[in-house]
């Protein structure tokens, strides 16, 4: 069975500086990866995703992470935050096969709070 | 579209009674999913589906039980409320593509409280 660890429950970061939230999986098989982003008293909406290919993958609004095979590591990261910023980020993985409903694993995820 | 939408948004009930939690979808997806999201924690799948008249238990369903009589419903039922079950509860769809990856949409949850 795969899990998923965030590293860090809370980022606090000023605004424009540079942020990266770290997120670990493990899996004996391979895998799809994602994250997802939930702004207060809202559903998750997704970031970004790896599915296979070039290991730097590019979300929404600015972020991107890299997929690290030999870490086992999905870092998501942004040059340079905004207040808009503020909210929830969940790292979650799916098995990368065939056949039966794509279950999601998440994170605890890691609130990233934006300081002026 | 309206995308997956959930009803209530909020809702508080006494120990033992029930209710249902609505979800629909108005993508003519496939697949759909029932979370449960705790403070602190990560989402945990309860129930899911493949297709109408398919369903199947996910990480956590003892205390609830689903139907899937459409493409488009999804409804998430407790029979006997706990206050084990106080939870932000999410509903979510996907296209369902075998072999390939599969984005999940999310509702914007409905907040449980059992007192």
Redesign the interface.
Same mark, same amino acid.
């Given at each position: 069975a795969q899990s998923v660890t965030q590293l860090d429950s809370q980022v606090p970061v000023f605004e424009e500086a540079p942020v990266e939230l770290r997120c670990n999986y493990s899996s004996s098989v391979s895998v799809y990866l994602f994250w997802y982003v939930q702004y207060p008293n809202q559903g998750l909406q997704l970031l970004l995703k790896y599915l296979s290919g070039s290991t730097l993958v590019k979300g929404i609004n600015g972020f991107e992470a890299e997929f690290n095979k030999s870490q086992t590591s999905f870092h998501l990261r942004k040059p340079s935050v905004h207040i808009s910023d503020t909210a929830e980020y969940f790292c979650a993985v799916s098995l990368g096969s065939s056949g039966s409903a794509r279950q999601l694993t998440f994170g605890s995820g890691t609130q990233l709070t934006v300081l002026p | 579209n309206a995308g +997956?939408t959930q009803t209530p948004k909020f809702r508080i009930l006494k120990i033992g009674q029930s209710m249902t939690l609505q979800c629909t979808q108005d993508m003519n997806h496939n697949?759909m999913?029932w979370y449960r999201q705790d403070p602190?924690?990560?989402?945990?799948?309860i129930y899911?589906s +493949?297709g109408a008249g398919i369903t199947?238990k996910?990480e956590v369903p003892n205390g609830y039980n689903v139907s899937r009589s459409t493409t488009e419903d999804f409804p998430l039922r407790l029979e006997l409320a706990a206050p084990s079950q106080t939870s932000v509860y999410?509903c *979510?769809s &996907?296209l369902?593509l *075998?072999?390939? &990856?599969?984005?999940?949409?999310?509702?914007?949850?409905t907040r449980l409280t059992v007192l």
């Open positions: - | +997956v697949y999913y602190g924690m990560g989402l945990k799948l899911y +493949v199947d996910g999410f *979510a &996907s369902g *075998a072999g390939r &990856s599969d984005t999940q949409y999310f509702g914007p949850g």
